[in-house]
């Protein structure tokens, strides 16, 4: 990852605004936000459940746009980008991990992997999928169907899936929520050591304080706002 420049922001929320109209009346969830995401960082954005944690990562990742405000990718408004251009940006440069997995039931462990590489047009998919399987320690278990692994493993197939199409930024949101205590260690400790070695920018969102403090930099969000914590 040596052509990025570490000294431009990789990701930018500049004065964002996001709002919702509900039956109670106009819900404001943020308002002149701003952040500055650097190449190969990790960052953890954490609040309270209802914070907004997850709108804006929608918000960051381009799956979503704000009521007011700009958010940019290297530098490009994704807000002057149509759907099938944002789509595109996230195909080729980010990738995303869920606390729910987010497998597709009917195939195994090793076409979960291959199916973003094939749509990337990719000629060394089954090659990729094959070696990041084996990164995350399920070289054995390549034919095996999601119902057949356990929520850890699923997880680590999902990491496999993320990791293989060589994203710019990874987005994970409550990625050890469905885990119990010695497997979310076991995929967090996965998580920053990929991170480490492809250089990746990581973006975690979530309500762990270990987690939270396992990154560079870390956000608290309350009120529509974001603060740095200091250690």
């Known amino acids: 990852m040596s052509h990025l ?3 431009k922001p990789l ?3 500049q004065d964002v605004a996001k709002s919702f109209n509900t039956q109670a009346g106009r819900v404001d969830l943020f308002r002149d936000l701003t ?3 650097l190449p190969g960082e990790s960052l953890a954005i954490i609040g309270r459940s209802g914070a907004g944690k997850s709108t804006l990562l929608s918000l960051l990742a381009g799956l979503d746009t704000p009521s007011a405000g ?5 530098g490009q408004p994704l807000d002057q980008l149509d759907d099938a251009a944002r789509a595109a940006l996230r195909l080729e440069q980010i990738s995303f991990i869920f606390q729910s997995f987010h497998l597709l ?3 195994d462990a090793l076409d979960n992997v291959r199916l973003p590489l094939e749509i990337q047009g990719r000629t060394d998919a089954d090659r990729k999928a094959r070696h990041w399987l084996e990164q995350v320690g399920l070289g054995a278990r390549l034919d095996h169907y999601p119902a057949q692994l356990s929520g850890g493993e699923q997880q680590r197939v999902a990491i496999a899936r993320a990791f293989a199409t060589e994203p710019r930024v990874l987005f994970a949101d409550e990625p050890t929520g469905n885990l ?3 497997t979310g260690q076991q995929i967090i400790e996965q998580l920053f050591r990929l991170n480490r070695d492809t250089g990746a920018t990581l973006v975690l969102i979530t309500h762990d304080t270990e987690l939270a403090a ?3 930099r870390r956000l ?3 009120n529509g706002r974001l603060e740095e914590v200091h250690s």
Request: with cysteine.
């Open 214 to 216: 396992r990154c560079q």
């Open 180 to 182: 119990d205590d010695d």
């Open 220 to 222: 608290h969000l309350q």
């Open 70 to 74: 700009h958010v940019l990718f290297d």
């Open 105 to 107: 039931p009917e195939l």
């Open 5 to 7: 420049n570490r000294e």
């Open 35 to 37: 952040l500055h995401i």
């Open 11 to 13: 990701i930018e929320a």
